[in-house]
T-cell receptor, first 113, second 112 residues
Framework: DAEITQSPRHKITETGRQVTLACHQT?????MFWYRQDLGHGLRLIHY???????NKGEVSDGYSVSRSNTEDLPLTLESAASSQTSVYFC????????????FGEGSRLTVL | GENVEQHPSTLSVQEGDSAVIKCTYS??????FPWYKQELGKRPQLIID?????GEKKDQRIAVTLNKTAKHFSLHITETQPEDSAVYFC???????????FGKGTRLSVIA
């Protein structure tokens, strides 16, 4: 079955370290997204991509970057982790054209100490 | 850009009663309005959606209504059951053009 997977599921890191969260989908979806979930803030968009080599900033993109070198993967990098980036991160994908159901991964819980 | 407000933030109902969650949006060009359910420790999953060419959509005990003039839409759950307990998110977008913008969520508790 097609799916979307995230790794690692849990990570603890220190302030200032670089962290990469992986996201891999097997639906062959062009559209991929990263959201973070925090209590009281819901799901906020970090970055998104509508295809290979396409990346766009979302509402809370500062301190994060993404790259899209193939259809299946959209890794999220925290260049220098900060305590404010402690959160649950969800990757999601959607078919073409953008619209319809958003399929979420299981989430990655990141703690920055 | 789009801004979605969701109310209430928490809601407790007795089993068998109805629950209503309301959302407003700011972008009059938004035309797609989905609702996602997130059970504790799980990923959000789509439960129902509505597009701007209809005013109401039903799926068994769940219904969504849309008022484009007032820019608000609502989720109605009838005959609530304990398994309806979860966080519910509304969202809005210009389908085909912009990513989904989510409300902050409503934690629904159904008391048996």
């Amino acid at each position: 079955d097609a799916e979307i997977t995230q790794s690692p599921r849990h990570k603890i890191t220190e302030t200032g370290r670089q962290v990469t969260l992986a996201c891999h989908q097997t639906w062959n979806h062009n559209n991929m997204f990263w959201y973070r979930q925090d209590l009281g803030h819901g799901l906020r968009l970090i970055h998104y991509s509508y295809g290979v080599h396409d990346t766009n900033k979302g509402e809370v993109s500062d301190g994060y970057s993404v790259s899209r070198s193939n259809t299946e993967d959209l890794p999220l990098t925290l260049e220098s982790a900060a305590s404010s980036q402690t959160s649950v991160y969800f990757c999601a994908s959607m078919g073409y054209p953008p619209g319809g159901e958003l399929f979420f991964g299981e989430g990655s819980r990141l703690t920055v100490l | 850009g789009e801004n979605v407000e969701q109310h209430p933030s928490t809601l407790s109902v007795q089993e068998g009663d109805s629950a209503v969650i309301k959302c407003t949006y700011s972008d009059s060009a938004s035309n797609y309005f989905p609702w996602y359910k997130q059970e504790l420790g799980k990923r959000p999953q789509l439960i129902i959606d509505i597009r701007s060419n209809v005013g109401e959509k039903k799926d068994q005990r769940i219904a969504v209504t849309l008022n484009k003039t007032a820019k608000h839409f609502s989720l109605h759950i009838t005959e609530t059951q304990p398994e309806d307990s979860a966080v519910y998110f509304c969202a809005a977008s210009r389908e085909g053009n912009t990513p989904l913008v989510f409300g902050k969520g409503t934690r629904l508790s159904v008391i048996a």
